[in-house]
């Protein structure tokens, strides 16, 4: 597919999807939410690391762009949801390696939603999350109803859908709702640099690690030890492992193959 509303680089393992509409602040039109999962879909397969980022340092994403119908109350929003935004969620969720989402700008909509996607959210400081669909008489979508809670808790994400306030990155942190802020100035290299970590690591551990994670919201106690022993038992087997053992016998970093 050749892309027109994002850019995508691969190097060293490392797969960065850039959202490439800096002039209206990288809303998502239809266009970009098919590039994006095909994007994903594509790199998940050979990358070992996929990370979605913003051009420019205004914005990660402004959310929905409503300029991209001529009338924008005659959406079909129940279609347009389950047609284009749960692809491409779907395909950032269900990524085999890990996802990072770094947050360059204000995330808003749609666009917070998108980022809280990702399985690890770095973001600079002056970067903002804005659920902001009730300002315009709607309800956070594209996933956000699921993440929200599962992150920051019942009354903060309650208080977060009904205010829809602008939720700067450090309170973000501290509520839970991303991995960390950063700093403006050293944000490009920091990510890049965690990016880096997880292509060099032991991938499908990783992979083992989000099925265990995202399980244990559904299972019991007894259900969630059966699942880590099984998962432990296909790591237990891999390249990867013998790798990491014997790398720290032999004091040195350990050189993963990701299998």
């Not at 879909?41 to 340092?57: H, P, Q, W, Y």
């Not at 390696?97 to 399985?119: H, K």
């Not at 038992?233 to 013998?242: A, Q, T």
Request: hydrophobic share 45%; glycine share 8%; proline share 3%.
């Amino acid at each position: 597919m050749n892309y027109s509303t994002i850019r995508l680089s691969d190097r060293d393992g490392i797969a960065v999807i850039t959202l490439n509409r800096p002039e209206v602040m990288n809303a998502l039109n239809a266009q970009m939410r098919l590039e994006i999962t095909h994007a994903v879909t594509e790199a998940g397969r050979s990358a070992r690391v996929v990370v979605l980022t913003g051009k420019g340092d205004r914005a990660f994403c402004s959310g929905q762009d409503l300029a991209d119908r001529r009338d924008v109350t005659d959406i079909n929003m129940e279609r347009t949801l389950r047609d284009e935004y749960e692809p491409m969620l779907k395909a950032i969720y269900d990524c085999p390696v890990p996802t990072i989402s770094a947050v360059n700008g204000v995330a808003a909509g749609a666009g917070a939603n998108l980022a809280l996607a990702a399985d690890v959210v770095i973001a600079t400081e002056s970067a903002s999350f804005i659920q902001a669909f009730t300002r315009i008489g709607l309800i956070p979508d594209a996933g956000g109803t699921y993440w929200l809670p599962r992150q920051i808790g019942f009354a903060k994400a309650m208080g977060a859908a009904l205010f829809a306030d602008k939720i700067s990155a450090r309170q973000a942190s501290d509520w839970g709702m991303i991995w960390e802020v950063v700093a403006d100035a050293e944000f490009a290299d920091h990510w890049f640099g965690r990016a880096a970590h997880l292509a060099n690591g032991p991938t499908k551990a990783y992979g083992a690690v989000k099925q265990a994670l995202r399980a244990s919201y559904n299972n019991d106690l007894d259900t969630q030890l059966a699942l880590e022993a099984q998962l432990q038992g296909e790591c237990g087997k891999s390249r990867d492992f013998r790798e990491g053992v014997i790398a720290f016998l032999e004091k040195r970093p350990p050189a993963y193959e990701g299998r």
